[in-house]
Protein backbone atom coordinates (compact mmCIF):
# COMPACT_ATOMS: atom_id res chain seq x y z
CA UNK A 1 0.00 0.00 0.00
CA UNK A 2 2.84 1.94 0.46
CA UNK A 3 4.02 1.96 -2.74
CA UNK A 4 0.55 2.72 -4.10
CA UNK A 5 0.64 5.97 -2.14
CA UNK A 6 4.04 6.92 -3.24
CA UNK A 7 2.91 6.40 -6.97
CA UNK A 8 -0.24 8.43 -6.01
CA UNK A 9 1.70 11.51 -4.51
CA UNK A 10 4.33 11.16 -7.28
CA UNK A 11 1.64 11.29 -10.30
CA UNK A 12 0.01 14.07 -8.53
CA UNK A 13 3.28 16.31 -8.29
CA UNK A 14 3.46 15.51 -12.18
CA UNK A 15 0.02 16.76 -12.52
CA UNK A 16 0.02 20.14 -10.64
CA UNK A 17 4.43 20.30 -11.34
CA UNK A 18 3.61 24.24 -12.33
CA UNK A 19 1.54 25.31 -9.33
CA UNK A 20 4.68 23.42 -7.12
CA UNK A 21 7.21 24.31 -9.20
CA UNK A 22 8.60 21.22 -9.16
CA UNK A 23 9.82 19.89 -12.56
CA UNK A 24 7.88 16.63 -14.20
CA UNK A 25 10.85 15.02 -14.44
CA UNK A 26 12.35 15.34 -11.02
CA UNK A 27 9.16 13.90 -9.59
CA UNK A 28 8.99 11.11 -12.04
CA UNK A 29 12.43 9.94 -11.26
CA UNK A 30 11.88 10.10 -7.00
CA UNK A 31 8.61 8.22 -7.88
CA UNK A 32 10.17 5.59 -9.49
CA UNK A 33 13.23 4.88 -7.43
CA UNK A 34 11.85 4.99 -4.14
CA UNK A 35 8.59 2.68 -5.31
CA UNK A 36 11.28 -0.09 -5.65
CA UNK A 37 12.80 1.28 -2.58
CA UNK A 38 10.18 0.33 -0.45
CA UNK A 39 9.68 -2.71 -2.36
CA UNK A 40 13.24 -4.06 -1.75
CA UNK A 41 13.53 -3.03 1.85
CA UNK A 42 10.11 -5.01 2.37
CA UNK A 43 11.25 -8.37 0.16
CA UNK A 44 14.21 -10.53 -0.50
CA UNK A 45 16.98 -8.04 -1.85
CA UNK A 46 17.95 -10.71 -4.54
CA UNK A 47 14.57 -11.53 -5.94
CA UNK A 48 13.53 -7.70 -6.09
CA UNK A 49 17.20 -7.19 -8.01
CA UNK A 50 16.63 -9.66 -10.35
CA UNK A 51 13.01 -8.57 -11.17
CA UNK A 52 14.51 -5.35 -11.46
CA UNK A 53 17.05 -6.18 -14.02
CA UNK A 54 14.26 -7.84 -15.95
CA UNK A 55 12.23 -4.56 -16.53
CA UNK A 56 15.32 -2.87 -17.33
CA UNK A 57 15.87 -4.86 -19.81
CA UNK A 58 12.19 -3.72 -21.27
CA UNK A 59 12.72 -0.09 -20.45
CA UNK A 60 16.38 0.51 -21.87
CA UNK A 61 15.17 -0.94 -25.06
CA UNK A 62 12.02 1.18 -24.84
CA UNK A 63 14.72 4.18 -23.55
CA UNK A 64 17.00 3.14 -26.65
CA UNK A 65 14.58 3.44 -29.13
CA UNK A 66 13.34 6.69 -28.19
CA UNK A 67 17.01 8.01 -28.13
CA UNK A 68 17.85 6.91 -31.24
CA UNK A 69 14.07 7.78 -33.20
CA UNK A 70 14.85 11.33 -31.48
CA UNK A 71 18.47 11.66 -32.59
CA UNK A 72 17.70 10.46 -36.53
CA UNK A 73 14.80 12.96 -36.40
CA UNK A 74 17.33 15.72 -34.84
CA UNK A 75 19.71 15.01 -37.47
CA UNK A 76 17.29 15.54 -40.76
CA UNK A 77 15.90 18.79 -38.85
CA UNK A 78 19.50 20.04 -39.09
CA UNK A 79 19.93 19.71 -42.60
CA UNK A 80 16.38 21.38 -43.15
CA UNK A 81 14.97 18.37 -44.36
CA UNK A 82 11.43 18.55 -43.09
CA UNK A 83 11.73 21.33 -45.52
CA UNK A 84 10.44 19.06 -48.38
CA UNK A 85 7.38 17.84 -46.18
CA UNK A 86 6.62 21.51 -44.95
CA UNK A 87 6.76 23.23 -48.43
CA UNK A 88 4.27 20.92 -49.27
CA UNK A 89 1.58 21.93 -47.16
CA UNK A 90 0.69 25.51 -48.59
CA UNK A 91 -2.50 26.13 -46.09
CA UNK A 92 -2.83 28.71 -43.49
CA UNK A 93 -6.10 27.63 -41.84
CA UNK A 94 -6.08 26.01 -38.93
CA UNK A 95 -8.53 23.74 -39.25
CA UNK A 96 -7.35 22.33 -42.19
CA UNK A 97 -3.77 21.83 -41.29
CA UNK A 98 -5.65 19.85 -38.13
CA UNK A 99 -7.25 17.31 -40.50
CA UNK A 100 -4.15 16.99 -42.06
CA UNK A 101 -1.90 16.53 -39.57
CA UNK A 102 -4.51 13.93 -37.96
CA UNK A 103 -4.77 11.75 -41.18
CA UNK A 104 -0.75 11.91 -41.58
CA UNK A 105 -0.30 10.76 -38.28
CA UNK A 106 -2.78 8.34 -38.12
CA UNK A 107 -1.48 6.25 -41.38
CA UNK A 108 2.25 7.21 -41.01
CA UNK A 109 2.01 5.27 -37.27
CA UNK A 110 0.33 2.13 -38.46
CA UNK A 111 3.69 2.11 -40.53
CA UNK A 112 6.29 3.32 -38.33
CA UNK A 113 4.41 3.15 -34.60
CA UNK A 114 3.07 5.41 -32.58
CA UNK A 115 6.41 6.88 -30.41
CA UNK A 116 8.45 7.46 -34.01
CA UNK A 117 5.23 9.06 -35.60
CA UNK A 118 4.86 11.79 -32.61
CA UNK A 119 8.57 12.50 -32.49
CA UNK A 120 8.31 13.08 -36.87
CA UNK A 121 4.88 14.88 -36.95
CA UNK A 122 5.92 17.13 -33.39
CA UNK A 123 9.31 18.40 -36.16
CA UNK A 124 7.00 18.90 -38.86
CA UNK A 125 4.34 21.35 -36.26
CA UNK A 126 7.85 23.48 -35.10
CA UNK A 127 8.76 24.09 -38.73
CA UNK A 128 4.91 25.15 -39.73
CA UNK A 129 3.49 26.76 -36.28
CA UNK A 130 4.78 29.97 -34.41
CA UNK A 131 2.46 29.76 -31.65
CA UNK A 132 2.86 27.82 -28.85
CA UNK A 133 -0.95 27.43 -27.72
CA UNK A 134 -1.28 26.50 -31.47
CA UNK A 135 1.69 23.98 -31.18
CA UNK A 136 -0.12 22.66 -28.49
CA UNK A 137 -3.25 21.67 -29.89
CA UNK A 138 -1.54 19.83 -33.05
CA UNK A 139 0.56 17.78 -30.71
CA UNK A 140 -3.09 17.00 -28.83
CA UNK A 141 -4.48 15.82 -32.18
CA UNK A 142 -1.13 14.09 -33.14
CA UNK A 143 -1.02 12.25 -30.11
CA UNK A 144 -4.46 10.90 -30.55
CA UNK A 145 -3.66 10.13 -34.12
CA UNK A 146 -0.82 8.53 -33.41
CA UNK A 147 -2.52 5.86 -30.93
CA UNK A 148 -5.77 5.69 -32.83
CA UNK A 149 -3.23 4.45 -35.85
CA UNK A 150 -1.44 2.47 -33.86
CA UNK A 151 -4.14 0.60 -32.43
CA UNK A 152 -5.20 -1.27 -35.54
CA UNK A 153 -1.88 -2.29 -37.36
CA UNK A 154 0.58 -4.91 -35.71
CA UNK A 155 3.59 -3.05 -35.62
CA UNK A 156 1.85 0.67 -34.76
CA UNK A 157 1.72 0.08 -31.40
CA UNK A 158 3.72 -2.15 -28.29
CA UNK A 159 0.60 -3.99 -27.08
CA UNK A 160 -0.95 -4.56 -30.47
CA UNK A 161 2.65 -5.87 -31.29
CA UNK A 162 2.71 -8.01 -28.17
CA UNK A 163 -0.49 -9.49 -29.06
CA UNK A 164 0.79 -10.28 -32.39
CA UNK A 165 3.67 -12.20 -31.22
CA UNK A 166 2.14 -13.81 -28.70
CA UNK A 167 -0.43 -15.03 -30.93
CA UNK A 168 -3.50 -13.92 -30.18
CA UNK A 169 -4.16 -12.02 -32.93
CA UNK A 170 -3.33 -12.39 -36.83
CA UNK A 171 -2.48 -8.84 -38.41
CA UNK A 172 -4.85 -9.32 -41.93
CA UNK A 173 -7.63 -9.60 -39.18
CA UNK A 174 -6.67 -6.98 -37.00
CA UNK A 175 -6.24 -4.34 -40.12
CA UNK A 176 -9.82 -5.72 -41.40
CA UNK A 177 -11.82 -5.17 -37.68
CA UNK A 178 -10.17 -2.59 -36.52
CA UNK A 179 -9.57 0.16 -38.79
CA UNK A 180 -13.03 1.76 -39.04
CA UNK A 181 -13.50 1.88 -35.34
CA UNK A 182 -9.97 3.34 -35.29
CA UNK A 183 -10.81 5.67 -37.71
CA UNK A 184 -13.81 6.87 -35.61
CA UNK A 185 -12.14 6.98 -32.73
CA UNK A 186 -10.00 10.08 -34.53
CA UNK A 187 -12.35 11.73 -36.35
CA UNK A 188 -14.77 12.70 -33.58
CA UNK A 189 -11.83 14.45 -31.60
CA UNK A 190 -11.04 15.55 -34.94
CA UNK A 191 -14.07 17.23 -35.67
CA UNK A 192 -14.59 18.61 -32.38
CA UNK A 193 -11.32 20.25 -32.28
CA UNK A 194 -12.09 21.91 -36.11
CA UNK A 195 -14.82 23.84 -34.26
CA UNK A 196 -12.12 25.03 -31.74
CA UNK A 197 -9.36 26.10 -34.19
CA UNK A 198 -10.81 28.60 -36.54
CA UNK A 199 -9.12 31.52 -38.83
CA UNK A 200 -4.94 30.94 -39.72
CA UNK A 201 -2.06 29.88 -37.72
CA UNK A 202 1.44 32.17 -38.23
CA UNK A 203 4.06 30.32 -39.68
CA UNK A 204 7.39 30.70 -37.96
CA UNK A 205 9.46 34.07 -39.11
CA UNK A 206 12.56 32.67 -41.33
CA UNK A 207 15.69 34.05 -39.59
CA UNK A 208 17.83 36.47 -42.14
CA UNK A 209 20.70 35.33 -41.04
CA UNK A 210 22.17 32.58 -43.22
CA UNK A 211 24.44 29.52 -41.34
CA UNK A 212 28.13 29.64 -42.00
CA UNK A 213 27.58 26.40 -43.82
CA UNK A 214 24.43 25.93 -44.87
CA UNK A 215 23.55 22.14 -46.29
CA UNK A 216 23.19 21.90 -50.03
CA UNK A 217 19.73 20.54 -51.90
CA UNK A 218 21.98 17.12 -52.13
CA UNK A 219 22.76 16.98 -48.80
CA UNK A 220 19.43 17.96 -47.32
CA UNK A 221 17.66 15.14 -49.76
CA UNK A 222 19.97 12.62 -48.53
CA UNK A 223 19.67 12.98 -45.41
CA UNK A 224 15.91 13.37 -45.38
CA UNK A 225 15.48 10.26 -47.87
CA UNK A 226 18.05 8.13 -45.85
CA UNK A 227 16.74 9.17 -42.08
CA UNK A 228 12.71 8.31 -43.29
CA UNK A 229 14.31 5.24 -44.79
CA UNK A 230 15.89 3.75 -41.90
CA UNK A 231 12.45 4.74 -39.82
CA UNK A 232 10.39 2.96 -42.10
CA UNK A 233 13.01 -0.37 -42.19
CA UNK A 234 12.35 -0.67 -38.31
CA UNK A 235 9.26 -2.60 -38.28
CA UNK A 236 10.72 -4.59 -41.38
CA UNK A 237 14.29 -5.54 -39.28
CA UNK A 238 12.31 -6.32 -36.31
CA UNK A 239 9.77 -9.03 -38.64
CA UNK A 240 12.87 -10.34 -40.45
CA UNK A 241 15.22 -10.65 -37.61
CA UNK A 242 13.15 -10.67 -34.24
CA UNK A 243 15.26 -8.63 -32.59
CA UNK A 244 13.41 -5.91 -30.86
CA UNK A 245 12.87 -2.60 -32.08
CA UNK A 246 15.12 -0.55 -30.67
CA UNK A 247 18.23 -2.96 -32.28
CA UNK A 248 16.95 -1.62 -36.07
CA UNK A 249 16.56 2.02 -34.67
CA UNK A 250 20.38 1.87 -33.48
CA UNK A 251 21.27 0.24 -36.57
CA UNK A 252 19.48 3.41 -38.46
CA UNK A 253 21.14 5.84 -36.64
CA UNK A 254 24.45 4.00 -37.21
CA UNK A 255 23.74 3.99 -41.23
CA UNK A 256 22.85 7.73 -41.15
CA UNK A 257 25.59 8.87 -38.96
CA UNK A 258 28.19 6.82 -41.65
CA UNK A 259 26.46 8.99 -44.39
CA UNK A 260 26.55 12.45 -42.35
CA UNK A 261 30.02 12.14 -41.45
CA UNK A 262 30.84 11.13 -45.07
CA UNK A 263 28.78 13.73 -46.34
CA UNK A 264 30.43 16.51 -44.08
CA UNK A 265 34.31 15.11 -44.19
CA UNK A 266 35.76 17.67 -46.35
CA UNK A 267 34.28 20.54 -43.93
CA UNK A 268 36.54 21.59 -40.65
CA UNK A 269 35.08 20.74 -37.14
CA UNK A 270 33.49 23.96 -36.45
CA UNK A 271 31.44 23.84 -39.46
CA UNK A 272 29.86 20.26 -39.25
CA UNK A 273 29.32 20.20 -35.43
CA UNK A 274 25.73 20.95 -36.24
CA UNK A 275 25.45 18.24 -38.93
CA UNK A 276 26.90 16.09 -37.02
CA UNK A 277 25.60 13.03 -34.45
CA UNK A 278 27.71 14.95 -31.61
CA UNK A 279 25.84 17.75 -32.14
CA UNK A 280 22.30 16.57 -32.21
CA UNK A 281 22.71 14.51 -29.82
CA UNK A 282 22.96 17.58 -27.17
CA UNK A 283 19.75 19.27 -28.86
CA UNK A 284 17.73 16.61 -27.87
CA UNK A 285 15.25 16.50 -24.97
CA UNK A 286 17.17 13.94 -22.63
CA UNK A 287 14.90 15.54 -20.23
CA UNK A 288 11.67 13.72 -21.62
CA UNK A 289 13.62 10.26 -21.99
CA UNK A 290 14.28 10.88 -17.89
CA UNK A 291 10.62 11.31 -17.30
CA UNK A 292 10.22 8.12 -19.13
CA UNK A 293 12.32 6.26 -16.97
CA UNK A 294 10.52 7.40 -14.08
CA UNK A 295 7.04 6.74 -15.06
CA UNK A 296 7.90 3.06 -16.10
CA UNK A 297 10.06 2.66 -12.76
CA UNK A 298 7.57 2.80 -10.65
CA UNK A 299 4.86 1.33 -13.21
CA UNK A 300 6.91 -1.49 -12.76
CA UNK A 301 7.28 -1.77 -9.07
CA UNK A 302 3.33 -2.19 -9.27
CA UNK A 303 3.55 -4.45 -11.64
CA UNK A 304 6.17 -6.42 -9.72
CA UNK A 305 4.88 -6.38 -6.49
CA UNK A 306 1.30 -7.63 -7.99
CA UNK A 307 -0.69 -4.97 -7.74
CA UNK A 308 -1.48 -4.66 -11.82
CA UNK A 309 -2.43 -8.36 -11.73
CA UNK A 310 -4.70 -8.10 -8.49
CA UNK A 311 -6.48 -4.81 -10.20
CA UNK A 312 -6.88 -7.21 -13.30
CA UNK A 313 -8.43 -9.95 -11.34
CA UNK A 314 -10.59 -7.51 -9.43
CA UNK A 315 -12.00 -6.00 -12.46
CA UNK A 316 -12.75 -9.49 -13.58
CA UNK A 317 -14.42 -10.56 -10.75
CA UNK A 318 -16.47 -7.28 -9.89
CA UNK A 319 -17.46 -6.92 -13.22
CA UNK A 320 -17.71 -9.76 -15.00
CA UNK A 321 -18.81 -8.73 -18.35
CA UNK A 322 -16.28 -9.11 -21.00
CA UNK A 323 -17.26 -5.61 -23.03
CA UNK A 324 -16.65 -3.47 -19.79
CA UNK A 325 -13.53 -5.60 -18.65
CA UNK A 326 -11.65 -4.46 -21.65
CA UNK A 327 -13.51 -0.81 -21.72
CA UNK A 328 -11.88 -0.43 -18.03
CA UNK A 329 -8.57 -1.78 -19.22
CA UNK A 330 -8.43 0.97 -21.87
CA UNK A 331 -9.70 3.55 -19.04
CA UNK A 332 -6.96 2.16 -16.94
CA UNK A 333 -4.29 2.49 -19.93
CA UNK A 334 -4.53 6.09 -19.71
CA UNK A 335 -3.29 6.30 -15.50
CA UNK A 336 -0.89 3.41 -15.89
CA UNK A 337 0.46 2.15 -18.80
CA UNK A 338 -1.08 0.02 -21.12
CA UNK A 339 1.72 -2.65 -21.95
CA UNK A 340 1.87 -4.35 -18.56
CA UNK A 341 -1.98 -4.07 -18.19
CA UNK A 342 -2.60 -6.03 -21.89
CA UNK A 343 0.59 -8.46 -19.99
CA UNK A 344 -1.69 -8.83 -17.15
CA UNK A 345 -4.86 -9.78 -19.70
CA UNK A 346 -2.49 -12.41 -21.56
CA UNK A 347 -1.23 -14.38 -18.34
CA UNK A 348 -5.35 -13.96 -16.67
CA UNK A 349 -6.76 -15.87 -20.44
CA UNK A 350 -4.80 -18.41 -22.07
CA UNK A 351 -5.56 -19.08 -25.35
CA UNK A 352 -7.76 -22.27 -24.40
CA UNK A 353 -10.18 -20.10 -22.99
CA UNK A 354 -9.65 -17.39 -25.61
CA UNK A 355 -8.51 -18.16 -29.11
CA UNK A 356 -6.62 -16.66 -31.61
CA UNK A 357 -8.60 -13.44 -32.96
CA UNK A 358 -11.60 -13.78 -30.72
CA UNK A 359 -13.52 -11.40 -29.68
CA UNK A 360 -11.98 -9.95 -26.76
CA UNK A 361 -8.35 -9.90 -27.59
CA UNK A 362 -9.32 -7.44 -30.91
CA UNK A 363 -11.10 -5.41 -28.62
CA UNK A 364 -8.33 -5.70 -26.02
CA UNK A 365 -5.88 -4.36 -28.81
CA UNK A 366 -8.72 -1.02 -29.90
CA UNK A 367 -9.13 -0.32 -26.20
CA UNK A 368 -5.31 -0.50 -24.67
CA UNK A 369 -4.14 1.29 -28.14
CA UNK A 370 -6.62 4.03 -27.84
CA UNK A 371 -7.22 4.52 -24.24
CA UNK A 372 -3.97 6.39 -23.80
CA UNK A 373 -4.96 9.78 -25.13
CA UNK A 374 -7.29 10.70 -23.03
CA UNK A 375 -4.23 11.37 -20.65
CA UNK A 376 -1.09 12.89 -21.85
CA UNK A 377 0.92 10.36 -19.77
CA UNK A 378 -1.40 7.57 -21.17
CA UNK A 379 0.78 6.88 -23.93
CA UNK A 380 4.36 6.51 -25.33
CA UNK A 381 3.28 9.33 -27.78
CA UNK A 382 1.83 11.47 -25.56
CA UNK A 383 4.99 11.34 -22.72
CA UNK A 384 6.91 12.34 -25.98
CA UNK A 385 4.92 15.16 -27.39
CA UNK A 386 4.89 16.38 -23.59
CA UNK A 387 8.53 16.73 -23.65
CA UNK A 388 9.39 18.11 -26.64
CA UNK A 389 6.64 20.68 -26.70
CA UNK A 390 6.49 21.18 -22.71
CA UNK A 391 2.60 21.11 -22.44
CA UNK A 392 1.26 20.85 -18.78
CA UNK A 393 -0.89 17.41 -17.55
CA UNK A 394 -3.46 20.07 -16.36
CA UNK A 395 -3.56 21.89 -20.02
CA UNK A 396 -4.11 18.31 -22.04
CA UNK A 397 -7.05 17.23 -19.65
CA UNK A 398 -8.76 20.55 -19.73
CA UNK A 399 -8.57 20.78 -24.01
CA UNK A 400 -7.63 17.55 -25.20
CA UNK A 401 -8.86 14.97 -22.62
CA UNK A 402 -12.86 14.84 -23.36
CA UNK A 403 -12.78 14.56 -27.19
CA UNK A 404 -9.93 11.62 -26.94
CA UNK A 405 -12.66 10.29 -24.33
CA UNK A 406 -15.73 10.77 -26.48
CA UNK A 407 -13.92 9.59 -29.38
CA UNK A 408 -12.43 6.52 -27.70
CA UNK A 409 -16.15 5.57 -26.62
CA UNK A 410 -17.25 6.39 -30.15
CA UNK A 411 -15.17 3.94 -31.80
CA UNK A 412 -15.89 0.89 -29.20
CA UNK A 413 -19.56 1.49 -29.31
CA UNK A 414 -18.63 0.78 -33.50
CA UNK A 415 -16.68 -1.88 -32.71
CA UNK A 416 -19.88 -3.69 -30.99
CA UNK A 417 -21.57 -2.88 -33.01
CA UNK A 418 -20.09 -4.04 -35.93
CA UNK A 419 -19.25 -7.62 -34.34
CA UNK A 420 -23.07 -7.94 -33.32
CA UNK A 421 -23.74 -7.43 -37.62
CA UNK A 422 -21.57 -9.56 -38.04
CA UNK A 423 -21.73 -12.22 -35.75
CA UNK A 424 -25.68 -12.41 -36.38
Known amino acids: MLIVFIFIIGYLAIIFEHALKLNKTASALLTGVL????YIVSNKEVQVNNELLGHLANLSGILFFLLGAMTIVELIDAHDGFEMITSRISTLSRKKLLV?????????????DNLTTAIVMMAVIRKLVDETEDRMYYGGMIIIAANAGGAWSPIGDVT??????????????????????????LFVPLIWMSFKMKGNFSRPEIVAEVK????????????????????????????????????????????????TEFIHKKKNDEDRSDFSVAGALQRIDTQSILFFLGILLAISALESNGMLIAL???????????????????????VIDNVPLVAAAQGMYPLSVFPCNHYFWEFLAYCAGTGGSILIIGSAAGIAVMGMEHIRFGWYLKKISFPALLGYFAGALVYIAMEAIIHH
Open 35 to 38: CWTV
Open 100 to 112: IIGIISFFLSAVL
Open 160 to 185: TTMLWVNGQITSGNIILTLFIPALVS
Open 212 to 259: KNPTTNFERKIVFFTGTGVLFFVPVFKNITNLPPFMGILLGLGILWTV
Open 312 to 334: AHKMDSAIGNINLITLSIGLSSA
